[in-house]
């Protein structure tokens, strides 16, 4: 049986700056690696602080050709990369323009090879100077944040097809400011929604900005969605954790985007126990390398809710960490039927990009998790690999129908 898609369905992978690129040395994040401390942290782990710092990535700021052709010769016609601001900006106010030729360079090179753009104007890192002076948690400082952007559209806008503004700005509040996991390790619940209402704001000027001048780019989100149930005595409280993780997210700019980017990897099973605090995170299927468990009727439902309103949506991401590829092929197949379904039932999805086109610096867990179609060799001058799982892709893409067997 062929699951066939809309004409003029978008299928592609996805990528971001500081995790190919390579030497994001005037970022918040590279700083933060090479500092004494991560890297004591590590150690302790007893694990290879090598493996922790991103490095060369995948040397994608030199190799973006190679990487698009091999995206082209998997017959994707949209590509999702984003733009690093630490590049562009590394000291307040003073824009590097070198770097804007360098990215109408990568833009022009997807164009070229028959892509359409999707571009994140920030992806988790900042310029050093920026965390220094408070980074999201000021909202002084959203509008620093749009003169960057405002400075990158008005250069760049004709190359660009779709803006992510801000890849996940639920994701980065609660790693960075609740969690203590990412850079600036802060564990301060307050402090957390400050900087997702910042990064709201900061996406809703970026899309008042490109309504006023005109320019033809759509703009939209890459929103982090888990599919979220409750068992047992949590079950009252679903409609809550949906309301926190993502309705609250969405009710606030659904009148400030043409499109909604979900990233969707797995579901959030909630259970109750007995000590604090008073839920733990369960699995009932197979999981990923990272213990993330695999379940693609989650983003079917997801998709269903959020279609609704009938806002477009792109499916800016959804992978698996996979080192064996043995599970990858089944992985995509069963999220693109559930997306499938989701077409089928009315909701307006109009494309697909894969996390992520090549194995890349996974943040906090480094190198350890491979999501790419493509293989890097680390050992072997980044040599491009493809998987099994990657040709697998290419035919979907080539023939806008998945084969269900
Ligand atoms: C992020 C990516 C990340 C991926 C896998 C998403 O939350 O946008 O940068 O690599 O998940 O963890």
């Known amino acids: 049986m062929q699951l066939k898609f809309p004409?003029?369905?978008?299928?592609?992978?996805?990528?971001?700056?500081?995790?190919?690129?390579?030497?994001?040395?005037?970022?918040?994040?590279?700083?933060?690696?090479?500092?004494?401390?991560?890297?004591?942290?590590?150690?302790?782990?007893?694990?290879n602080p090598e493996d922790y710092k991103s490095g060369i990535a995948c040397d994608s700021y030199n190799r973006y050709e190679e990487d698009f052709d091999i995206a082209q010769s998997l017959n994707m016609n949209a590509q999702r990369i984003s733009i690093?601001?630490?590049?562009?900006?590394?000291?307040?106010?003073?824009?590097?323009?070198?770097?804007?030729?360098?990215?109408?360079?990568v833009l022009n090179a997807i164009k070229s090879r028959n892509m359409k753009?999707?571009?994140?104007?920030?992806?988790?890192?900042?310029?050093?100077?920026?965390?220094?002076?408070?980074?999201?948690?000021?909202?002084?400082?959203?509008?620093?944040?749009?003169?960057?952007?405002?400075?990158v559209l008005t250069e760049l806008h004709e190359l660009i097809d779709f803006v992510c503004v801000i890849n996940e700005p639920n994701v980065y509040a609660s790693n960075?400011?609740?969690?203590?996991?990412?850079?600036?390790?802060?564990?301060?619940?307050?402090?957390?929604?400050?900087?997702?209402?910042?990064?709201?704001?900061?996406?809703?000027?970026?899309?008042?900005?490109?309504?006023?001048?005109e320019w033809k780019l759509k703009v939209g989100t890459a929103h982090a969605f888990r599919f979220i149930q409750a068992k047992?005595?949590?079950?009252?409280?679903?409609?809550?954790?949906?309301?926190?993780?993502?309705?609250?997210?969405?009710?606030?700019?659904?009148h400030f985007t043409d499109f909604y980017g979900v990233n969707y990897y797995s579901r959030m099973l909630f259970s109750f126990k007995a000590q604090f605090p008073f839920y733990e995170i369960e699995t009932e299927n197979e999981t990923t390398d990272f213990g993330w468990e695999i379940f693609p009727d989650g983003l079917y439902e997801i998709l269903k809710e959020i279609g609704l309103n009938k806002i477009?949506?792109?499916i800016?991401?959804?992978?698996?960490?996979?080192?064996?590829?043995?599970?990858?092929?089944?992985?995509?197949?069963?999220?693109?039927?559930?997306?499938?379904?989701?077409?089928?039932?009315?909701?307006?999805?109009q494309g697909y990009m894969y996390w992520s086109l090549l194995d890349n610096f996974e943040w906090a867990e480094g190198y350890t998790?491979?999501?790419?179609?493509?293989?890097?060799?680390?050992?072997?001058?980044l040599q491009r690999k493809l998987r099994p799982s990657a040709k697998y892709y290419s035919e979907v893409c080539k023939n806008n129908y998945l084969e269900m067997y």
């Open 7 to 47: 004409q003029g369905f978008l299928w592609g992978s996805a990528t971001a700056a500081h995790q190919v690129e390579g030497n994001n040395i005037n970022s918040d994040w590279w700083q933060w690696e090479n500092s004494p401390q991560r890297i004591s942290e590590i150690k302790k782990q007893n694990k």
């Open 84 to 105: 690093e601001w630490a590049r562009i900006e590394p000291f307040q106010g003073d824009f590097d323009e070198q770097q804007i030729e360098h990215y109408r360079k």
């Open 117 to 151: 753009t999707f571009v994140t104007l920030h992806h988790f890192t900042n310029p050093i100077w920026f965390s220094e002076i408070g980074g999201w948690k000021e909202q002084g400082n959203v509008i620093i944040f749009l003169r960057y952007a405002q400075k």
């Open 176 to 213: 960075s400011y609740m969690r203590g996991y990412w850079p600036p390790q802060r564990t301060n619940f307050v402090l957390s929604q400050e900087v997702q209402k910042n990064m709201l704001q900061a996406h809703i000027k970026v899309f008042e900005l490109c309504k006023i001048s």
């Open 232 to 254: 047992g005595a949590l079950k009252i409280f679903e409609g809550v954790l949906k309301d926190f993780f993502y309705r609250s997210h969405l009710k606030k700019i659904e």
């Open 312 to 314: 477009p949506i792109f």
């Open 316 to 349: 800016t991401e959804n992978g698996i960490a996979d080192s064996s590829d043995a599970k990858r092929k089944e992985f995509v197949s069963r999220h693109l039927a559930a997306v499938h379904k989701a077409i089928e039932k009315g909701i307006n999805v």
């Open 369 to 381: 998790m491979k999501f790419g179609l493509v293989e890097i060799d680390r050992n072997n001058n």
